[in-house]
């Protein structure tokens, strides 16, 4: 059974920075691309950040290129979505997912505030 913890989450004032760790498992991660998506009350869920199976490849949303970065750790089974320079409209909830097998986290809730 797939299974995706989402940590890291919390309260950070507008300029800072936040890891997200998803830690997964019931699956050979090192196989499938893992994404973050990110989703407001009421919006639509975002792609945030998608990474190949081994980390060579990822892309990023306009909206946090050059602030965000994705990467994996196979031999942890974990991925990661490291957030700087965070802005207010970065509040949100956010999600780990593989594409693959339409497989979610619970979510771990970032809110950018002073």
């Known amino acids: 059974q797939v299974r995706l913890v989402e940590s890291g989450g919390g309260l950070v004032q507008p300029g800072g920075s936040l890891r997200l760790s998803c830690a997964a498992s019931g699956f050979t991660f090192s196989s499938y691309p893992m994404s973050w998506y990110r989703q407001a009350p009421g919006k639509e869920r975002e792609l945030v950040a998608t990474?190949?199976?081994?980390?060579?490849?990822?892309h990023h949303a306009e909206s946090v290129k050059s602030r965000f970065t994705c990467s994996r750790d196979n031999a942890k089974n974990t991925v990661y979505l490291q957030m700087n320079s965070l802005k207010a409209e970065d509040t949100d909830v956010y999600y780990c997912n593989v594409p693959a097998v339409n497989a979610w986290g619970q979510g771990t809730q970032v809110t950018v505030s002073s």
């Open positions: 990474v190949t199976t081994f980390g060579g490849s990822t």
